[in-house]
């Protein structure tokens, strides 16, 4: 139909995650993209959640004609596992009529900036949401960190939990782990890239996920050494660490 449609940001072709499933898939990272797009428009057309309780990995691979894709996505943190069914994490952010919707919310916005710029007219950007929209902003506001930004702090507990159930949990938002947070949060990032490294913005929940994928491929971190240590969420989120993980400075330790 002319109305069904995927939210495809630009920079997903150039994303650690597409070089790094090339690599591993050994196919050319433009045809993971095309693939990943396949995978993206079942779950939409098939799924409600992104969910697939009855598909498995392997008849998905058949989709797409790649052995293993998904597993790679799993690798990259595009997709989870947990034995019994196969999702898509933040399915509701890029797929269906969610996404949609909250696309054009946000081109609403952006004309009632211009609008509002041009005349002096002090009205509250929020205005222009729609009366749901609104009632959403208002009631899913996150917590604030110490300097006034606005900081998921639950959702990255979430993901932390999520994405490394293997390493000590932190089922307490202790200010110590809430201060750690808070500071990466603020602080922009030189990432590996396809032209070298760029420089990307820890304030992002894509960019955590990223980052606890990189926790996650480093065989130290989650035990793999002499002495069984594993690291938890205050180690990888103190700074010198944190700049360390990001610099692939324990992918290859035993």
Same mark, same amino acid.
């Given at each position: 139909?002319?109305?069904?449609?995927?939210?495809?940001?630009?920079?997903?072709?150039?994303?650690?995650?597409?070089?790094?499933?090339?690599?591993?898939?050994?196919?050319?990272?433009?045809?993971?993209?095309?693939k990943?797009?396949?995978?993206w428009?079942?779950?939409?057309?098939?799924?409600?959640?992104?969910?697939?309780?009855?598909?498995?990995?392997?008849?998905?691979?058949?989709?797409?004609?790649?052995?293993?894709?998904?597993?790679?996505?799993?690798?990259?943190?595009?997709? !989870?596992?947990?034995?019994?069914e196969?999702? /898509? #994490?933040?399915?509701?952010?890029?797929n269906? =009529?969610?996404?949609k @919707?909250? $696309?054009?919310?946000?081109?609403?916005?952006?004309?009632h900036?211009?609008?509002?710029?041009?005349?002096?007219?002090?009205d509250?950007?929020?205005?222009?949401?729609?009366?749901?929209?609104?009632?959403?902003?208002?009631?899913?506001?996150?917590?604030i960190?110490?300097?006034?930004?606005?900081?998921?702090?639950?959702?990255?507990?979430a !993901?932390?939990?999520?994405?490394?159930?293997? /390493? #000590?949990?932190?089922p307490?938002?202790?200010? =110590?782990?809430?201060? @750690?947070? $808070?500071?990466?949060?603020?602080?922009?990032?030189?990432?590996?890239?396809?032209?070298?490294?760029?420089?990307?913005?820890?304030?992002?929940?894509?960019?955590?996920?990223?980052?606890?994928?990189?926790?996650?491929?480093?065989?130290?971190?989650?035990?793999?050494?002499?002495?069984?240590?594993?690291?938890?969420?205050?180690?990888?989120?103190?700074k010198?660490?944190?700049?360390?993980?990001?610099?692939?400075?324990?992918?290859?330790?035993?």
């Open positions: 139909m002319a109305g069904d449609w995927l939210k495809f940001e630009k920079s997903t072709s150039d994303k650690p995650e597409v070089w790094a499933m090339a690599d591993q898939l050994a196919i050319d990272p433009d045809a993971v993209v095309g990943l797009l396949r995978v428009a079942w779950f939409d057309e098939q799924s409600e959640e992104g969910n697939a309780p009855s598909v498995s990995k392997s008849l998905l691979d058949r989709r797409v004609g790649v052995s293993g894709f998904c597993d790679a996505m799993v690798l990259c943190g595009w997709m !989870l596992d947990d034995g019994k196969v999702t /898509l #994490p933040n399915f509701d952010r890029h269906g =009529k969610t996404a @919707n909250r $696309s054009l919310t946000a081109k609403r916005v952006a004309k900036k211009v609008k509002t710029n041009a005349t002096g007219n002090g509250s950007v929020t205005n222009a949401l729609p009366r749901e929209e609104k009632r959403r902003e208002e009631n899913n506001k996150p917590p960190s110490p300097k006034g930004e606005s900081v998921p702090f639950s959702e990255i507990f !993901l932390y939990h999520e994405m490394l159930p293997e /390493l #000590p949990p932190a307490n938002q202790t200010e =110590k782990r809430k201060k @750690n947070i $808070s500071q990466r949060w603020r602080e922009t990032v030189k990432v590996p890239s396809a032209d070298g490294f760029k420089e990307m913005p820890c304030n992002d929940l894509d960019f955590w996920r990223r980052f606890f994928n990189r926790v996650r491929n480093s065989p130290h971190l989650m035990g793999e050494n002499e002495r069984s240590w594993q690291a938890n969420l205050e180690w990888i989120t103190k010198e660490n944190f700049y360390k993980i990001i610099e692939g400075n324990y992918v290859r330790d035993k």
